[in-house]
């Protein structure tokens, strides 16, 4: 699973770049952050509500992986 979730961060920076234009680094992930708002706002709102539970377990840790793979294969 641990494996799986550096994937999900590669996907996600290498999409950021890709959709870059001219942004660089920080620049660039900012401004794909910028047009998927509306996808990383739900993404963030549910990785928070699992926080908010009682400890963290493998079912929680499952869900977060699969919303975190689904905005890094995002296509925007």
């Known amino acids: 699973m641990v494996d799986d979730l550096y994937a999900a ?6 999409n950021a770049l890709a959709h870059a234009e001219t942004a ?7 401004a794909w952050s910028e047009r998927r708002k509306e996808d990383v706002a739900r993404v963030l ?3 928070e ?5 009682n400890a963290l377990s493998i079912a929680k840790l499952a869900l977060a992986n699969s919303q975190i793979q689904k905005l890094a ?4």
């Open 73 to 76: 294969a995002g296509s925007s």
């Open 45 to 47: 709102a549910f990785l």
């Open 9 to 14: 961060q590669r996907g996600l920076a290498a």
């Open 24 to 30: 660089k680094g920080a620049d660039a992930v900012a």
């Open 49 to 53: 509500e699992l926080e908010r539970g």
